[in-house]
């Protein structure tokens, strides 16, 4: 008798996203469509175009220079509560920048 190994569906998609390599660039697509949710409306409004990914830091173009300053100053808040977001440790800093 064969024995089955019954697991979720999502479980399953997560190991095939895993085998193609295509785990990491969903979780940070993910991470940079939660920076609204996560920074709020307000934040959200000046920021300028799409915030990138690179080397596990997030950036993020700010266009008031006291609202990046303040911002700066919640980089940890703000990388701790993206990666809880998603689910995972996608980012190890955010940069604001003019």
Not at 19 to 37: C, F, I, N, S, Y
Not at 65 to 71: G, N, Q, S, T
Not at 90 to 96: L, M
Request: glycine share 4%.
């Amino acid at each position: 008798m064969f024995k089955r190994r019954e697991q979720p569906v999502s479980q399953l998609v997560l190991q095939s996203l895993r085998a193609l390599g295509l785990e990491t660039p969903l979780l940070q697509k993910r991470l940079v469509d939660a920076w609204p949710l996560v920074a709020g409306e307000a934040i959200a409004r000046y920021t300028v175009g799409t915030p990138v990914i690179r080397n596990q830091t997030l950036f993020v173009r700010i266009s008031i220079p006291a609202l990046r300053a303040d911002l700066s100053m919640r980089r940890q808040e703000l990388t701790q509560r993206l990666n809880q977001h998603v689910g995972a440790q996608v980012i190890a800093d955010v940069r604001f920048s003019l």
